[in-house]
């Protein structure tokens, strides 16, 4: 299959989340030309950060008022430090003095940080306007974009502060991704290739041996429509993660919220992930679930990610415990009894934990 | 029938608010007794402000403790100036920092300030908490504390932040009302005989003649179950604000808005609506509806609000006119044609209102 500009002749790719309001998942090249006819509203207000707006905001905003609507761009400095009160703060007073009414729209562009931060935006303003993201990011194209999560950080924790609040339509324009520093798009191959490991083993296949940004447009979009399509049956199966079934994408979530955590950070969300998906196979090999420790570490290897920190278990293990404020329960682990079959198991004991850790840094040592 | 305890021993009434998750506004005499039964998490965080907490807030936390929960007071200033971002930050923190989980519970227990503020607050910690309104003003238990509306105030303008954020209960303990000062009592009956007016003749007759917390629980408890009961119909039928139905709320405060703006709030809501009331009238009379105007002013007699601002029409037109902008048309009025048959009007004229603006001037002068 040939790549780029032929792939959008064919039209984009469709994925349908099937909530209460529906809505969809566009993926294709070069959509971001055609965002400005399906967005209804008259006033628009695309947030972005000073990374991604000098790439792509004149552009979208140029072809969202040739149709006729007002436009405002504003534009938040890059980086998680933007997912903060003041900020949403700043820019929900920037629409009031815009005058922006009940019947306009957010337009997200932007990775994670902007989707979530303007998300909020719109969640908000006026109690919720219309909301439309445009993961610039592959991290967002495959994940924080689909599902409606929004967030502000605290500086008592992550994500404490924020709503679910449901797109009108997200955008996933991968002939952006063209820009984006291979390193960022190793990172957004993590949840993509654990959305496979989920329910989609021909996903996993395509990661084989390794990727990256070169394969071109049709693949690209191939591979994250899949994946989207993966996170939008759960989302639909389970809006407001009561059922247990959006508990599920956090495979490989519990140590890699540890490590983030137990690192301030320093390690990415990617790479902590990744050596999550390897520690919950360790943990599932030791139940005599399927052993998946070898697709697992070949993900980790291609990824190539920042050094395992040197921690003892007695030292990682109050940030495990941490989770377990937010769930009410003991700590939960998503395991995988095989590829498609997850599995949340409550009753990891501390030694069980320990024992894999130790191996962990064994196998990645 | 007599009021009081006897009321309680027959149990409250019950008001069904029919949404996609449907809840029950109760409504009796010494029912904060009876909230810990009814809310199900086991941590809970009581919002309160300094005038409510010291009257009722510790019996709540003893008997929410007795059965077994974990509890924590909050008490910010009381008043409109609390209904702030900062304070919402400041509160989110603290919840955070006592470690409460997605189960938790958040119960505002005060009037519409702390019902919109503590509401925000449910409706945005860890993207949403269990929220019990627990209203002690009469306006609160009539209005504000049904339907899901939350917000906080900008610089910018008034409930320009919020959220729809529906609580599990709602607890309209009347006897509370007795610790009411008479002036705040006949605030809320401005909104409870408007939603006479929208759709419940008799509810107006209990208030022929005037009407005071001195009637007694049983009486009490009567008329604000009536009251709930036609704002519960109008936000099952339109929770977000969307299909028109919830706007017909507005009767009264088109006007009522601009005239609080233009006083800069030195009006209070109550009197500026009432002041609004008897403008809906003099518009509907003047294209032939009902004329209404009589009851109007009597309810204006017995509210004896502050004075009509000494406005000419071209000073108060411009905070008129800034509703517009939040609903991207026209003006709108919402009208009576006859009691319970209100129309929302959208093509009143510059001329028409100034006129009704005049006339306004010599009915109440």
Known sequence: MSAGSGAAAV???????????????????????????????????????????????????????????????????????SKDAAVWLDLTRS????????????????????GDLAGF?????????????????????????????????????????????????????????ATLPVREFRQGTVELVKHGYLADPELIE??????????GGAALAEAVARSVAVKAAVVAADERETAGARATLNLGHTLGHALEAATGHALTHGDAVGYGLVYAALLGR?????????GFLRLLTWLAPGALPDLGFEDLSPFLQRDKKRS???????????????????????????????ELREVVG
């Open 11 to 81: 039209g984009p790719r469709r994925v349908p989340v099937r909530l209460a309001q529906p809505y969809e998942v566009l993926i294709g090249s070069g959509l971001l030309a055609e965002v400005a006819p399906s967005v209804s509203e008259n006033e628009v207000a695309v947030i972005t950060d000073a990374n991604v707006g000098p790439l792509h905001a004149a552009k979208l905003a140029a072809s969202l008022s040739a149709s006729g609507k007002r436009v405002e761009v504003f534009t938040v400095p890059p980086g998680e430090a």
């Open 121 to 177: 935006v719109a969640a908000s303003y006026l109690r919720g306007v219309a909301l439309y993201q445009l993961p610039t990011s592959l991290l967002a194209m495959v994940d924080s974009s689909v599902g409606g999560k929004t967030g502000l950080d605290l500086p008592e924790g992550k994500n404490l502060l924020g709503a679910i609040w449901q797109p009108r339509a997200v955008f996933a324009d991968v002939s952006v991704l």
């Open 328 to 358: 009410a329960g003991a700590v939960r682990f998503v395991l995988l009894e095989r590829i498609g079959k997850p599995v949340v198991v409550g009753d990891v004991s501390r030694q069980e934990q320990e024992s894999a850790w130790r």
């Open 286 to 294: 030791r139940r005599g679930f399927e052993d998946l420790l070898p």
């Open 206 to 215: 395509l990661f084989e041996g390794g990727w990256g940004p070169e394969v």
């Open 95 to 114: 629409l009031a003095r815009a005058g922006f009414s009940r019947g306009a729209a957010v337009l997200a562009l932007g990775g994670g940080v902007v």
